[in-house]
């Protein structure tokens, strides 16, 4: 990268001639890319490596300067070109990804709005269940004491017409029956333990 030479003053009177601009501007684009300017630097200093006098010196350096600068602008020219084509061929690209980017956005708001949606649906249905679900158990229990109280007057029915049957032996003169009776229905449905006293 640093092989190139500036001719001196001193060359060009020999017979030399100066670097190609092609050759200096291959040797920006290397620099360039490679993001070092190092070889630029040290070209510029080649360019007056023979101090004949300060005159040949300067005008040396200046003409390298020129040279250089040139080349920088021109490089600069053409990477401002290649970028604006890109940027012009990518335009379309980049504007229908930015469409789909805010029409993916619209459907992440929508998505968003129906999950809401749906939670408040799914709380208003648990309230609801919840609410069934309490009529429900208020429904068992009163089934549960209707059934208790059908029980209970079945029970009553059965003693009564127990009692009914002692009371037509006591009519009949059956005391013993009847006592019989009434012990029976003493101890099945009042819960007393052993036989009452016997009427005789």
Known sequence: MCALYVNTSREREGGGSAPEEANIRELVEKCAHNDDITPLVRLMFEAQAVPDSPQSIDADGKQMVSIIGSCL????????????DVARGNAIAIATTVGEVEKLGDAVRQVRAAL????????ASGGALAAHAGRLATAAEVRENLARAAHALAAARAVLRQCLAAGQLVSQQQLYHAL???DVIRQKHL???GRGVHLI
Not at 73 to 84: D, L, M, S, W, Y
Not at 116 to 123: D, E, I, M, R
């Open 180 to 182: 019989c009776s009434l």
């Open 191 to 193: 819960g007393a333990k």
């Open 116 to 123: 809401v949606g749906g939670s408040g649906a799914v709380q």
């Open 73 to 84: 602008k021109a490089v600069a020219a053409e990477q401002q070109r290649v970028v604006g």
